[in-house]
């Protein structure tokens, strides 16, 4: 299996194993932070399963109607995981201030509290592998579903922290866990849909990385100069244009080779997925 999948596939089986313990003791013990939980932690396997599914169509390589490759793909269905966020945080939070407004109180036991503590740790452990992977292939897809972990167990502490106040005679702790943990969410969620609305929409990269490739083109022998530098995401990686400047005593054939060897190396960026490099001549050409 491709490395870029076992975060996905450790997510699915994690998460369809916590969801259902902390639904099915939720339902038990009528906790409403614990099934909310539950939820949270289900509605993760359906993103992972989005995102699954994401990583193979942007992985695809450029055919006739996608010539530059699928890799918008990605930072798409990131996007849609970040709306599906916002519609669990919504239902959450509704649940939850509905049992605050009309009452209801429910009886803390151990299990409650031992479930929700094996969530914390094992949520941990599964953002910790995901945003390593995610940030070593940079995989904005991996990097999502690596945060949705960490909200998981962030929610599962502010649950925790709401059964123990509730067991201690707070008579809303239950509830108002489940409304921290939709908070959580839409937190998590506009995070997650801005970062990947400007992959979607050409955005420009910073300016510390458009200096990094004029180093790179500066540092090829017998490049004078760069400008019109232009770069902007397709999906998570950059496309790259720019002029370089070279001695007008060179030949036809020695700026093309220069024009390759500075193609070659802004495409070795770890940012950048293609460069096109147009040759100008000192003092002649602009």
């Known amino acids: 299996m491709e490395e870029v999948y076992r975060p996905i596939w450790v997510s699915i089986v994690g998460n369809v194993v ?3 313990i902390k639904v099915i003791v ?5 906790s409403i932070a614990l099934i909310s939980d539950g939820v949270h932690s289900l509605s993760d396997v359906i993103t992972s399963v989005i995102g699954y599914a994401g990583i193979r169509i942007s992985s695809k390589p450029p055919d006739r109607s996608h010539p530059f490759g699928h890799s918008r793909f990605e930072p798409l269905v990131a996007f849609l995981i970040g709306e599906a966020l916002l519609i669990v945080a919504y239902e959450i939070g509704r649940d939850a201030l509905y049992r605050i407004l009309h009452g209801g109180t429910i009886q803390v036991n151990s299990i409650m509290l031992g ?8 949520k941990e452990v599964m953002f910790q592998y995901s945003v390593h992977v995610g940030k070593k292939l940079n995989s904005q897809i991996l990097i999502a579903d690596a945060y949705h972990h960490r909200s998981d167990a962030l929610s599962s502490v502010a649950v925790l922290v709401g059964l123990v106040a509730q067991r201690f005679g707070f008579g809303y702790g239950d509830s108002l866990a489940g409304l921290v943990v939709a908070l959580f969410l839409v937190k998590v969620s506009f995070d997650i849909i801005l970062r990947n609305l400007g992959y979607l929409t050409g955005q420009a990269p910073p ?12 540092d090829v022998p017998n490049v004078l ?24 005593e060179l030949n036809l054939k020695e700026a093309h080779d220069i024009s390759e060897e500075v193609k070659k190396r802004i495409e070795g960026l770890p940012e950048v997925d293609v460069a096109f490099v147009h040759v100008d001549i000192k003092g002649v050409t602009e």
């Open 26 to 30: 939720g339902f038990m013990y009528s």
């Open 115 to 122: 479930v929700t503590v094996l969530s914390i740790l094992s």
């Open 225 to 248: 100069g760069v400008h019109d530098l232009r770069a902007h995401y397709v999906g998570n990686r950059l496309h790259v244009e720019l002029h370089i400047e070279v001695p007008p």
């Open 18 to 20: 916590l969801s259902l």
């Open 207 to 218: 300016f510390e990385v458009c200096e990094k490739i004029k180093k790179t083109a500066l």
